[in-house]
């Protein structure tokens, strides 16, 4: 169903628009969930909340899916990936200052803990959470600084200053010290 | 190590968040899950707009009825001048905030509060920070817990809508559980703090025991006409927490975290 159909479709309940809805909307979960769950998982730093953070923002999505536009769809849904995911950072931010015991680092499941992936995954946890989020859409998720400013509601301006400022501690970040990237970051001139 | 801005960095910083995601294979799309979420969440979202149009169809009706009662035979009486508009008057019902204070006092020589906020459509101002403006149109609500120590609004550096969270409609179960130590510096870790619970349902109020014995209570305050809860204590500078115990409405023990410092 073309876009426009969606939003001229009346907002009460109607089956075979729903019908549509939900076909659309599974085909776009179907596609996109490994490529979100990766960038939710460089955003968190964790699997769990990774997939958890995914899910509860695709169903925030969800209510909404008829009016979005097919060829936006991939941004609103990132950006409601990183608005989600602000949410819960502010939520939880003390209590992980206060439970250093608590996993800021994946665990099994995700790669091998110790080694130089876990080191830039402690990095990336101790930026600030906009400027890991414009290292993870800018440099993961391969996005223009134009499409990063819309994504986060910032200016262009403030994309670049954030990512030079996050490049800065990165590069002086002593997990990377400690775990010299031989492919990345790390990787001494 | 010590890395230079240069053009190698983007490349460099991409092939190391390459590898920071090699080997992580997410579980296969739970599509049929988020979906029974979506429409249930979904559904929530269209029964708490028909309330809202019979609220509004009631209240239109309330203000008729007394209108029509004024027809008669009797002299005209001039009609009550317009009061003039605030910003309150103009926003529509549903844009503003329906509040309760959750607690205020004073602490080291300065004041402290706490107000529970609860917006039942997403102000076009918060919409920005939250889902596209799309989600504004559609009602989506916003709960936020104002804290103030020293009239400074905690985390205002993050905007009017720091402390504010989304939720669906007045009665969001997702909403509720979680607990926080908030202050003006360190991140909540020194100074005058405020410890502010948004319990689940069944909690009456909570108290934080402090290292020197002290025992301080807060009682949960509900926002009127929702299910959004708090209580809040607030932390003398220098003193840690020893525990945090939560009491149902006899006074029964519900929780306690020895956690929290």
Not at chain 1, 6 to 22: E, F, K
Not at chain 2, 144 to 155: A, E, N, S, T, Y
Not at chain 2, 223 to 241: E, H, L, N, Q, S
Request: hydrophobic share 40%; with cysteine; glycine share 8%.
């Amino acid at each position: 169903m073309h876009s426009s159909d969606r939003r001229a479709a009346a907002d009460g309940p109607d089956p075979d628009t729903d019908a549509d809805q939900d076909a659309e909307f599974s085909l776009f979960v179907a596609a996109r969930w490994r490529a979100l769950t990766h960038t939710a998982y460089l955003l968190t730093g964790d699997f769990h909340e990774a997939e958890d953070l995914v899910q509860s923002t695709l169903v925030k999505v969800f209510p909404h899916w008829r009016r979005v536009r097919p060829e936006t769809a991939e941004q609103y849904v990132r950006r409601a990936l990183v608005n989600t995911n602000r949410s819960r950072y502010r939520r939880r931010r003390v209590v992980h200052l206060l439970l250093p015991s608590l996993p800021d680092t994946p665990a099994t499941r995700g790669p091998a803990a110790g080694d130089d992936r876990d080191a830039l995954l402690r990095a990336l946890a101790d930026l600030p959470e906009r400027q890991r989020a414009v290292v993870v859409l800018r440099y993961w998720d391969d996005l223009a600084a134009e499409e990063v400013a819309a994504t986060l509601g910032c200016s262009v301006g403030t994309v670049k200053s954030q990512a030079s400022r996050a490049l800065a501690k990165l590069r002086a970040h002593p997990a990377l010290a400690d775990h010299p990237l031989p492919s990345g970051l790390g990787d001494p001139r | 190590m010590n890395l230079d801005l240069d053009p190698d960095d983007e490349p460099r910083l991409r092939a190391a968040l390459a590898r920071a995601v090699d080997g992580y294979v997410p579980p296969p799309a739970p599509v049929d899950r988020v979906l029974a979420a979506g429409r249930a969440r979904k559904a929530r979202r269209r029964r708490a707009a028909v309330l809202a149009a019979a609220a509004c169809v009631l209240a239109v009706a309330g203000l008729t009825v007394p209108l029509a009662g004024r027809g008669g035979d009797g002299p005209a009486r001039p009609l009550p001048s317009p009061a003039v508009p605030t910003p309150e008057h103009v926003r529509p019902p549903a844009e503003r905030p329906v509040t309760v204070s959750a607690g205020h006092g004073a602490l080291d020589g300065t004041t402290w509060s706490v107000t529970v906020e609860y917006y039942p459509q997403l102000p076009p101002s918060a919409a920005a920070d939250f889902l596209s403006g799309a989600s504004a149109a559609a009602g989506t609500s916003l709960i936020c817990r104002r804290m103030f120590i020293g009239h400074v609004q905690i985390d205002h550096q993050a905007g009017l809508w720091a402390g504010c969270t989304e939720v669906d409609g007045a009665r969001d179960p997702r909403d509720g559980g979680d607990e926080g130590l908030w202050g003006l510096h360190d991140k909540g870790t020194s100074g005058t703090r405020l410890f502010v619970a948004d319990p689940g349902p069944g909690i009456a109020s909570g108290t934080v025991t402090l290292d020197d014995g002290t025992a301080l209570t807060g009682q949960t305050v509900t926002a009127p006409g929702t299910t959004y809860r708090c209580w809040v204590v607030a932390i003398p500078d220098g003193r840690t927490i020893v525990s945090v115990d939560q009491y149902d409405a006899r006074h029964h023990l519900v929780s306690r975290e020895t956690e929290w410092r």
